[in-house]
């Protein structure tokens, strides 16, 4: 049987994962504190991997409980660490000192800055995916590829690519459960330039894309519905939750249901 056999969050759209053992559904059917901080330049445009590269040597914490935000760079230079509404002047200065560029920070606590507006709830994969994508890499370690691809829920105990079944043809969501929260399955996740990048340095991996197009249709599995794949440069699925999910939990071994 299928299982949620990990859940990642990432605090600061862009930046560093943490990983959790439960997670609670908000307003927009998101998990509470994913990408509920974002970063954006002068003319409201995101901070990220896409546009950023500086974003690669950016390290980052968020405690909750304290309302603190912490920041370290890895080429060994300044940290600091600042309470998110008492000192966010100082801490917008910061960024923006690193960044040079004029940044603020902003923050929503019901929903955050999905990737996919339209289906806001959490991205899900399975390990084996993640193993079978490892493979298709010299030197690029499972570790690796699961940070790069940045989704938010891990099932264990699925074959490869299983998680292509929640998704239908299109226009037709997929409902299915993790433990007592319903979910629908949308559509297989487009990819972008941020998994071709090593996640520490941001140096492109050769033919990232070119190898993992060609591999991802040579073993995209029958009961994928191929018909939403216009390219393969597609992996994790999306999805969307009801009002009635609010508030609900999800928990480490909760089994995943059809």
Same mark, same amino acid.
């Given at each position: ?35 509920? *901080?974002? /970063?954006? #330049?002068? %003319? ?9 590269? !500086?974003?690669? @040597?950016? =390290? ?92 938010? *829920?891990? /099932?264990? #105990?699925? %074959? ?9 043809? !299109?226009?037709? @969501?997929? =409902? ?83």
């Amino acid at each position: 049987m299928p299982y949620l056999a990990g859940i990642v969050l990432y605090p600061i759209k862009a930046l560093d994962p943490i990983r959790v053992r439960a997670a609670r559904i908000v307003a927009s059917g998101a998990l509470e504190h994913d990408r509920e *901080l974002a /970063i954006v #330049d002068a %003319e409201g445009r995101l901070i990220n991997g896409k546009r950023n590269t !500086l974003i690669h @040597n950016l =390290c980052t914490g968020v405690n909750w409980d304290e309302g603190v935000v912490y920041l370290d760079t890895r080429d060994g230079g300044s940290s600091a660490q600042f309470h998110i509404d008492r000192e966010r002047g100082a801490l917008e200065a910061w960024l923006s000192d690193y960044f040079a560029q004029p940044v603020t920070l902003k923050r929503s606590t019901e929903g955050g800055f999905p990737d996919d507006p339209k289906n806001p709830g959490p991205t899900i994969i399975g390990r084996s995916s993640i193993e079978t994508v490892a493979s298709w890499y010299d030197g690029v370690p499972y570790a690796e590829i699961q940070t790069r691809f940045r989704a938010n *829920l891990e /099932i264990g #105990d699925s %074959e490869p690519f299983w998680e292509d079944r929640l998704f239908g043809a !299109l226009d037709e @969501n997929v =409902c299915f459960s993790i433990g007592d929260v319903q979910f629908e399955g949308t559509n297989p996740c487009q990819r972008c330039i941020v998994p071709t990048r090593n996640t520490k340095t941001g140096e492109p991996t050769d033919n990232f894309a070119e190898i993992f197009r060609a591999r991802r249709e040579a073993t995209l599995p029958d009961w994928a519905n191929r018909e939403r794949f216009n390219h393969f440069y597609r992996l994790a699925v999306n999805t969307r939750l009801a009002p009635s999910e609010l508030g609900k939990m999800l928990r480490v071994g909760d089994e995943v249901r059809l």
